[in-house]
């Protein structure tokens, strides 16, 4: 679970931190910490943010924009503000103060010089901590849901029939082909290089693609041949493979 704003205050980084305003919304989950001095600084949200300010321009604006900042702020979704109270004001002006605690927003004060650098880092660990080791985007789910549905083999024909009626080595190298062109965006050249031939054999090799498959530009036909190769890889795609004429 994201930790709460009362959790993030108990963090070694954030002591002498004072709560001002917004006592009953601690409990809130925090979804990032943002370092920002503008004053619009609500349009960047996403919701659940910390925002953290010395409030330098906040200082020079009008007792309305102060107030409206605070709004803004609260609206947009934002879970508290932070103001450092040395560089901007050394007291919270009665407006941000009158504000935040009209929409009951979390108002937290350092009266004296923190590191931001040290708040965020240590907040952004115990955030990032929560939500596990990011994995690598899997097409698992997807290649599961059509064996699991049967309809596997019948996707791999759709997709790749005409290569995989091929003999067997003109099939691994014009799908190894295709694989590389996909993995690369069709990048010629990187294309060539990982397969270790020439340019001139990758235009080749394409002309023959585009004849067996057809427009290779769709993306949403892309989208199809990753999973189709992806499938060809598995246990499924033996089946077709060993129907091909040659292993017949």
């Known amino acids: 679970m994201l930790p709460t704003l009362s959790e993030l205050l108990t963090l070694p980084a954030f002591a002498g931190a004072?709560?001002?305003s917004g006592h009953a919304r601690l409990s809130q989950p925090v979804t990032w910490v943002h370092?920002?001095?503008?004053?619009?600084?609500?349009?960047?949200?996403t919701g659940g943010e910390l925002i953290?300010?010395?409030?330098?321009?906040?200082?020079?604006?009008?007792?309305?924009a102060q107030a409206d900042y605070v709004r803004s702020l609260a609206e947009g979704g934002a879970h508290g503000l932070i103001l450092e109270l040395v560089q901007g004001f050394q007291e919270v002006p009665p407006q941000v103060l009158g504000a935040a605690r009209l929409y009951g927003f979390p108002l937290v004060v350092f009266s004296r010089e923190v590191s931001f650098a040290q708040l965020t880092r240590a907040a952004h660990a115990r955030i990032l901590k929560t939500r596990g080791a990011v994995t690598e985007p899997s097409l698992a789910p997807l290649l599961d849901a059509l064996a699991e549905t049967g309809r596997s083999l019948d996707f791999l024909q759709a997709q790749l029939g005409p290569l995989l009626s091929l003999p067997t080595r003109p099939r691994t190298v014009l799908m190894g082909t295709l694989d590389a062109l996909l993995q690369t965006n069709f990048n010629m050249a990187e294309?060539?290089?990982?397969?270790?031939?020439?340019r001139q054999t990758m235009y080749y090799r394409i002309e023959q693609l585009r004849a067996m498959l057809g427009d290779l530009n769709d993306p949403r036909r892309q989208l199809g041949l990753h999973l189709a190769l992806e499938l060809s890889r598995s246990e499924a795609a033996e089946v077709v493979t060993h129907?091909?004429?040659?292993?017949?």
Do not use: H, I, K, W
């Open 191 to 198: 294309s060539a290089r990982r397969l270790g031939v020439r």
């Open 52 to 64: 953290v300010s010395t409030g330098s321009l906040l200082a020079q604006a009008s007792a309305q």
């Open 243 to 248: 129907r091909t004429p040659d292993e017949a």
């Open 35 to 45: 370092v920002s001095e503008v004053l619009d600084a609500a349009r960047f949200l």
């Open 18 to 20: 004072e709560v001002v």
